[in-house]
């Protein structure tokens, strides 16, 4: 296996397009036990020139946030949206199936920024959604509402982005967090909208099942 210049065609060709545990209705080009991308670590995929494939896997967080937006499609309907270190695209893609008018999905990794627009390909929104590699921190993007999955898991990220998400707060956007309880969420700042016990790779997360929640930033 080794990371090519055409990030598209190795997602194709080392992931499965498997239903969301969580949110059955979407369909990710995912890593697993089936696949060899599953079982390199992270130095043998440094080797091939490939960085962590975060996008390669349907995130605790996400799958909440995800589940939260179909179940309430009021939430995005006819709005603008950003999906903030989008990863697969899960989130963007169940704000497009839910009637947002646009979403930017956004992710630093070029292998996520591939893999997005598969997956919205592969979701029937490729049409809705823009994946850009734009590092959206301290900006203020044209949108409505925001969405960030599984982003506070180290501290100095988590400063940030907590930072840039309660500015935009401020300035009238909503925000909407999916985390499972990592160690730098801020906690102080969120309400509590929804909580899911949400099904996850033991490899990844430690569980079988996640307790998940969804949180509204109030400031």
Same mark, same amino acid.
């Given at each position: 296996?080794?990371?090519?210049? /055409?990030?598209?065609?190795?997602?194709?060709?080392?992931?499965?397009?498997?239903?969301?545990?969580?949110?059955?209705?979407?369909?990710?080009?995912?890593? %697993?036990? &089936?696949?060899?991308?599953?079982?390199?670590?992270?130095?043998?995929?440094?080797?091939?020139?490939?960085?962590?494939?975060?996008?390669?896997?349907?995130?605790?967080? +996400?799958?909440?946030?995800?589940?939260?937006?179909? %179940?309430?499609?009021?939430?995005?309907?006819?709005?603008?949206?950003? %999906?903030?270190?989008?990863?697969?695209?899960?989130?963007?893609?169940?704000?497009?199936?839910?009637?947002?008018?646009? =979403? *930017? &999905?956004? %992710?630093?990794?070029?292998?996520?920024?591939?893999?997005?627009?598969?997956?919205?390909?592969?979701? +029937? =929104?490729?049409?809705?959604?823009?994946?850009?590699?734009?590092?959206?921190?301290?900006?203020?993007?044209?949108?409505?509402?925001?969405?960030? @999955?599984?982003?506070?898991?180290?501290? /100095?990220?988590?400063?940030? *982005?907590?930072?840039?998400?309660?500015?935009?707060?401020?300035?009238?956007?909503? =925000?909407?967090?999916? /985390?499972?309880?990592?160690?730098?969420?801020?906690?102080?700042?969120?309400?509590?909208?929804?909580?899911?016990? =949400?099904?996850?790779?033991?490899?990844?997360?430690? @569980?079988?099942?996640?307790?998940?929640?969804?949180?509204?930033?109030?400031?």
């Amino acid at each position: 296996m080794r990371a090519p210049d /055409d990030p598209r065609g190795f997602i194709a060709a080392h992931t499965r397009l498997l239903p969301v545990p969580y949110a059955p209705e979407i369909r990710l080009h995912v890593a %697993d036990e &089936a696949t060899e991308l599953w079982q390199k670590t992270e130095d043998e995929l440094q080797e091939i020139g490939l960085p962590p494939p975060f996008w390669a896997f349907a995130w605790a967080g +996400g799958q909440a946030l995800a589940r939260y937006i179909l %179940d309430h499609p009021e939430i995005a309907q006819g709005r603008r949206a950003v %999906d903030f270190a989008s990863g697969s695209g899960l989130v963007g893609i169940a704000a497009a199936r839910a009637g947002a008018e646009h =979403v *930017v &999905a956004s %992710d630093l990794d070029p292998f996520a920024v591939a893999a997005i627009g598969l997956n919205a390909g592969a979701n +029937g =929104v490729a049409g809705l959604i823009q994946p850009v590699s734009a590092d959206l921190l301290g900006t203020v993007p044209e949108a409505d509402l925001v969405f960030a @999955a599984d982003v506070f898991y180290e501290r /100095d990220l988590a400063r940030a *982005v907590t930072a840039w998400l309660t500015d935009l707060k401020a300035r009238g956007l909503t =925000v909407l967090i999916g /985390d499972p309880g990592r160690t730098y969420l801020p906690r102080e700042r969120l309400e509590c909208l929804a909580t899911y016990a =949400v099904p996850v790779s033991r490899t990844l997360e430690d @569980a079988e099942i996640k307790q998940s929640h969804v949180w509204r930033l109030h400031g």
